[in-house]
């Protein structure tokens, strides 16, 4: 009998060795703006992470004795304040992740997880500090914003990427090639 083996189909799919290359390659032709490019595609997957878990955090809090409480600087409640707060922990560390492991993947190995994770932190207080702010500010000053106090984190969000992504290629994944 003569049968033929079967011929096997070849992957098509990239493999990591492809991707790393291309990612590289994209790297050093367009530098900061591809840098950018993917800081903005993390920040837009970590905006979902903090947007989703601020609406679940509001609706735990929203019952609870914290939204009786009034905050005296904001004019806001505990509970806005802490849902903000918690939301603004994952998607930083879901954004610090991913940022490490994707945009920044060279400069893993200039420190540890932790002290990389401290920096980041540190480095983007700022920005977190605007972020929060907007989102529990915003609502206690706009009818509009305190109707829809998603766009406020929205907004929130927004202002404070410039000033993440700044810190964040400078000081905390900074390689030899960029501190001349």
């Not at 802490?82 to 200039?110: E, H, K, M, S």
């Not at 990389?116 to 932190?121: E, H």
Request: with cysteine.
């Amino acid at each position: 009998t003569d049968f033929q083996k079967p011929v096997k189909a070849t992957d098509s799919r990239l493999g990591k060795t492809e991707l790393s290359f291309i990612k590289s390659y994209v790297d050093h032709k367009f530098g900061n703006v591809s840098r950018l490019a993917q800081f903005c595609t993390v920040g837009f997957s970590g905006m979902f992470v903090d947007l989703t878990s601020y609406a679940g955090f509001q609706a735990i809090f929203k019952k609870s004795v914290l939204s009786q409480h009034a905050l005296p600087f904001v004019k806001s409640t505990a509970d806005l304040a802490l849902a903000g707060f918690l939301a603004i922990w994952l998607a930083i560390t879901w954004n610090f992740i991913l940022n490490r492991r994707l945009t920044f993947n060279d400069a893993r190995r200039n420190s540890t997880f932790l002290r990389q994770y401290g920096t980041y932190v540190l480095s983007n207080a700022l920005a977190l500090c605007v972020s929060f702010v907007l989102r529990i500010w915003l609502p206690s000053r706009f009818a509009f914003f305190d109707d829809h106090k998603l766009v406020a984190a929205f907004v929130g969000i927004v202002i404070a990427t410039g000033i993440s992504f700044n810190m964040t290629r400078y000081f905390v994944f900074a390689s030899r090639k960029n501190k001349s």
